[in-house]
């Protein structure tokens, strides 16, 4: 079975996404000297995911749509940001676009950054930003477009404020290697004519090759686009390939539960779950014994003997009973040899 083969985004994912970049919302991953980046566990890596679903939901308390405040990423979730300024400048459109995108408000993003197509001097973060808004709305060409002018025209930007210099370069790397190739499936799998009646997971990497960091580089691809059931399938899936059983079963029931029914996936869905089963169990605590084995009390103590050994008080007892019996003796022999 083919783990990482042809590229398609699943009927029921919903439009992709690609790199966010924005000063209210940190990296997460660390950056080893050599340049990769170390995977989340799986634990923050789901609480993470969590909060970024959380944001596109409509329901979210943290959203209110047509008003002028806009929700911020800060660490510990949605959190309340000062309200828009009337003509914000370059470094204030890329926070305000990453966090309309956030939550799902494409439109208002377009509208936002229509102006910077003007500027002589463009900027990758606010073209990349507004790929992915075309890309909400399905307009592919468009999206393609302006992630290939953010490629081509623009300087790489090399501060990001709350991102270290290392992490920006990853992130970057990230977004040139791995977009276009993502938008471009997106294209054809939005045309029924080209979509694959059951396709393969994504096969951003060589399945033959992984890189060293292929967990970490889909964990941030899933955390820039939350609703894309394809790359929560890959993040399974390269899992599985590194042998890492547990965190591979975990994500691909969570693709389980979010409906995915393609053959292809429930192959692999069924691989993890027999290798999942078959782990050996953790040993049992050593210190925790079974009732059966501790004999029961015939007698209960009390008293005295609740408190020391039966044996033990017998012992002493007998040797200060010789102590004494011997110094009676000897008293008794004075009491003999003295004169009447």
């Not at 490629?151 to 370069?169: F, H, N, W």
């Not at 993502?182 to 033959?208: C, E, G, I, M, S």
């Not at 965190?247 to 069924?270: G, M, N, S, V, Y």
Request: hydrophobic letters at 45%.
């Amino acid at each position: 079975m083919k783990l990482l083969a042809t590229l398609v985004v699943l009927a029921s994912s919903s439009s992709a996404f690609a790199g966010i970049f924005s000063p209210n919302e940190p990296c997460p991953f660390e950056i080893s000297p050599d340049g990769t980046a170390k995977p989340l566990p799986l634990n923050v890596f789901k609480l993470f995911l969590n909060d970024r679903f959380a944001a596109l939901q409509p329901t979210s308390p943290d959203i209110q749509p047509g008003t002028v405040n806009t929700p911020t990423f800060k660490g510990s979730g949605l959190q309340r940001l000062r309200a828009a300024p009337a003509a914000p400048n370059r470094g204030e459109m890329v926070g305000l676009s990453a966090d309309l995108l956030r939550v799902g408000r494409a439109g208002e993003v377009i509208e936002l950054l229509k102006p910077i197509l003007r500027d002589r001097t463009l900027d990758y973060r606010l073209l990349a930003h507004l790929s992915l808004a075309h890309a909400a709305l399905g307009d592919w060409d468009l999206a393609l477009l302006r992630h290939a002018n953010a490629v081509g025209d623009c300087e790489a930007p090399t501060e990001l404020s709350g991102t270290k210099p290392e992490q920006l370069k990853w992130m970057l790397k990230v977004d040139r290697t791995y977009t276009r190739p993502w938008l471009k499936a997106a294209q054809r799998d939005a045309n029924p004519a080209t979509k694959p009646t059951d396709p393969d997971v994504l096969p951003l990497f060589d399945k033959d090759a992984l890189p060293p960091d292929a967990v970490a580089i889909v964990q941030q691809m899933v955390l820039w686009s939350p609703r894309d059931n394809n790359l929560l399938w890959l993040l399974g899936a390269v899992h599985l390939a590194k042998g890492q059983i547990e965190p591979a079963f975990d994500i691909l029931e969570q693709c389980r539960e979010r409906r995915l029914t393609w053959p292809k996936f429930r192959a692999d869905h069924a691989k993890a779950e027999a290798l999942y089963r078959a782990l050996p169990k953790p040993p049992a605590d050593e210190a925790l014994v079974s009732t059966d084995e501790i004999p029961d009390d015939p007698a209960p103590k009390r008293g005295l003997f609740a408190l020391v050994d039966p044996t033990q008080f017998a012992l002493a007892l007998g040797g200060f009973s010789v102590v004494v019996l011997g110094l009676f003796a000897l008293q008794l022999r004075k009491w003999r040899r003295r004169p009447i």
